[in-house]
């Protein structure tokens, strides 16, 4: 899952950056860096992407797999950390909505 932080992310084609420099769109690349760790980590996952045929929100329904241990010095090889780069899992809140509760 982690693994997901470190690929860029590319803005190019239909869905261009609007540099506001040279008030064009361009072509980008974004990147996540992690420069130093927090104490303690909360991990928000998104559940949905842009369908830019149907111009929607879409709903991700693959399984989670949710690790009890994160180890941000495999995951990061390239980085040395000053402090541990391990998490242990604490809690875990999964909300879920039944279609009926969805409004119409």
């Known amino acids: 899952m982690l693994q997901e932080i470190k690929k860029p992310e590319m803005f190019e084609h239909d869905n261009k950056y609007d540099c506001n420099i040279c008030q064009k769109m361009q072509d980008a690349k974004k990147l996540t ?6 104490k ?13 045929n149907l111009l929607l929100n879409e709903k991700i329904c693959n399984e989670v797999e949710i690790q009890k241990v994160l180890k941000f010095d495999e ?3 390239e980085v040395k ?8 899992l604490y809690g875990k ?4 909505v039944a279609l009926a509760q969805l409004p119409l």
């Open 33 to 38: 860096m992690i420069q130093k760790l927090p």
């Open 93 to 96: 809140i999964i909300h879920t």
């Open 81 to 88: 950390w000053e402090e541990s780069a391990e998490y242990h």
């Open 75 to 77: 995951i990061f090889e």
């Open 40 to 52: 303690n980590l909360i991990i928000t996952i998104g559940r949905f992407q842009f369908n830019r």
